[in-house]
Structure formats: structure tokens, C-alpha cells
């Protein structure tokens, strides 16, 4: 079969037999009487077998050598294919990302999709102090993409770094919401924190909706950080979580200012008084909450809590009447 022939029939173009040829990976088996190559079965089913393994991601060198060497183990050259395959889908994916992100803030010329790429360059660098100046100036220099903000925030462990972002993903609006949100479901406690903390300073309406989910979320963590913001906004589903909070002394003198806050609508004085005064009667609960408890009842208005903390005065606990005491002094003060 001649060289024409055999490129019709392989789909490997005739200059490309002839470099197989040059390398010696498949010699024509003859030639015709006018010094023609001529191909045989055998060395058309070669450049088949050589094909295969090129579209595999071997060289043609390693082609050659995987058909003429009978020790050969494909195993070890399969598994470097496998890394280098992996590596390459790694990179052209970053690049893809990259390309989106850009494409996202739908820059009006070269020179937006220059700072672009500086900002992205920036958010990633090594350096805290660079990637801190990057989300600062995100929202003044140059739109950073919302999608690389919160990547960026969930994976920030510079506190700095951190506080800038988050200011610039509030800054940015509810964009990042949806990634953000994803991020309270993520396995690693530390990322569903910063997803939290992040919500937590977007005050637009869909993050308090967002929050409201978020208080029941399996995670505790995120679960204070949500009935905090909630409890700032007027929400009343962040109460059970915020006396929680008050007995078991975690962040307790920011929940109390938070129920403060709450009481401050009388619809919802009495409910926190009478849910406080529960938990101060439940038997199981520590002397030291207690007092937490009953200090809690110091900025709540109303009867319900003065009540309460006119009974508390004769406590078994001396401690607990001692403060109710002080408390219902300084009420009456008022």
C-alpha cells in the first residue's frame, strides 16, 4: 500500500508517515519499482497502535519505546500520564476561572481587565499585606469579582486580611450571598465560621434571611454567630439561642446586650423575661449561670423582670440575691 493510500485510509497526514519514518517508528516495509514506500498490514496495524498511545498523552518517543521494548511496563508511565493529565486540568481550570471571573464584572476595556488581573494577582499573593490592599481597593480602583471575594474571605486565616474582606464583600451587596451560604454547609468548621461572619456584615434583607437559617444550623459556632446578628436586627428567633449562650457563658455579656436589644420592642419584653426567669428555675443549671441568668434580667423592661428579680432577692444562692438586690436598687433608680 503507498504512502497516499495509507494516509487516506489512517488519517495520518503523508508528512507525518514521513517523519515516522525519520524516527525510524514505522519503516515501510518495501518499496515499489519506482522507489515508492510501500506499507504493509503490519506496519499499517503499527501506526494504528501508535495513534492509540498518542492520544493517550505519550510522546513519540515513548510510543516507540512501549511497542519495541518487550520489558516495558506501561504501569509507571500511565501513572506520570495520570499526574500530568491532572496537573493540566488543574491549571486550565484556574484559567477558566479566572477567564469567568473577569468575564463576570464585564469589564469595559484592556485596562479593566488589566487591573483585574492585578487585583486577582494581589488577592492570591503570599504576602497578608498585599492581599489585604487588594480587598480594600476592590471596591474603589477596580470591580473585583464577587466570586473571588468570597473565596478569598472563606479561606483568609490573616484576621486583617480577613476584617478587609468581609468589608468588601459588604460593600459588593447580596452577590456573593449564594457561594456564601454554600459555604455554612462546608465540612471544615473554620470555613463555615468565616461563611457566618461574613453573612454577618451584609445587611441586606436576603442576609437576614440567611441567617435566620442559619440558626439552626448543626454547627453551634455558627449558630452564636447568627442569633448575635439577629438579635442586632430585631429577630426574634435568635432569643432561645441567645440565653443559651448567657447560661453557658460563651460571649454571654454580647448575648445579654442582644436581648436588651430585642426587649426593647414590649411584645417581646415579657416572652425573654419569662424564658430567662425558666432557665433561672431549672434545676440542672449552675450557680455561676445563674447569675449570668439574673443579670441578664437587669436590662429587660417590664413587670415580668422586676417581678422576677424581686424574687430573686430572697435566693438560696447569696450570690444570685446579692446581684438581684443590686439590680432591682439601680431599676428603682431609674
Known amino acids: 500500500m503507498l504512502i497516499g493510500d495509507v494516509a487516506r485510509r489512517s488519517g495520518v497526514s503523508a508528512r507525518m508517515l514521513r517523519h515516522y519514518d525519520s524516527l525510524g517508528l514505522v519503516r515501510p516495509t518495501g518499496r515499489s519499482g519506482a522507489g515508492y514506500r510501500e506499507y504493509s498490514s503490519e506496519d499499517v496495524r503499527r501506526i494504528f497502535h501508535i495513534e492509540s498511545l498518542r492520544s493517550l498523552g505519550l510522546s513519540l518517543r515513548e510510543a516507540g519505546r512501549a511497542l519495541d521494548d518487550p520489558g516495558f511496563t506501561p504501569s509507571e508511565l500511565v501513572d506520570d500520564l495520570i499526574r500530568q493529565t491532572r496537573e493540566r486540568i ?54 473585583m469579582p464577587v466570586e473571588a471575594l468570597v473565596e478569598a474571605a472563606l479561606s483568609e486565616t490573616d484576621p486583617n486580611v480577613a476584617g478587609a474582606l468581609r468589608w468588601a464583600l459588604a460593600r459588593s451587596g447580596d452577590g456573593g450571598l449564594a457561594l456564601l451560604a454554600e459555604g455554612l454547609g462546608s465540612p471544615v468548621a473554620e470555613v463555615r465560621k468565616r461563611a457566618v461572619q461574613s453573612i454577618v456584615e451584609i445587611p441586606h434583607g436576603e442576609a437576614t434571611a440567611l441567617l435566620q437559617d442559619a440558626i439552626a444550623n448543626p454547627d453551634i459556632v455558627v449558630r452564636r454567630y447568627a442569633a448575635l446578628a439577629l438579635g442586632a436586627r430585631g429577630v426574634a428567633d ?4 441567645l440565653i443559651d449562650m ?74 444570685v440575691a446579692l446581684t438581684a438586690t443590686y439590680i432591682l436598687g439601680i431599676r428603682d433608680a431609674r
Not at 469567568?100 to 503570599?126: F, H, N
Not at 435568635?238 to 439561642?241: E, G
Not at 424564658?275 to 449570668?292: I, Q, Y
Open 90 to 143: 488543574a491549571a486550565e481550570t484556574e484559567l477558566l476561572t479566572r477567564l469567568r471571573r473577569i468575564d463576570a464584572v464585564e469589564p469595559a476595556g484592556w485596562e479593566d481587565v488589566l487591573q483585574i488581573v492585578a487585583l486577582l494577582q494581589a488577592l492570591g499573593s503570599k504576602s497578608a499585606g498585599k492581599r489585604q490592599r487588594a480587598a480594600l481597593s476592590s471596591v474603589d480602583e477596580a470591580p
Open 238 to 241: 435568635a432569643v432561645p439561642t
Open 246 to 319: 448567657v447560661v453557658e457563658g460563651t460571649n454571654d455579656v454580647d448575648a445579654a446586650d442582644a436581648l436588651s436589644a430585642l426587649a426593647s420592642r414590649p411584645a417581646l419584653a415579657d416572652q425573654i423575661a419569662i424564658r430567662l426567669v425558666d432557665r433561672l428555675t431549672h434545676g440542672s443549671v449552675e450557680s455561676s449561670a445563674r447569675r449570668r441568668l439574673t443579670q441578664a434580667l437587669a436590662d429587660i423592661p417590664g413587670i415580668t423582670a422586676s417581678r422576677a428579680l424581686a424574687d430573686l432577692t430572697h435566693d438560696e444562692d447569696r450570690a
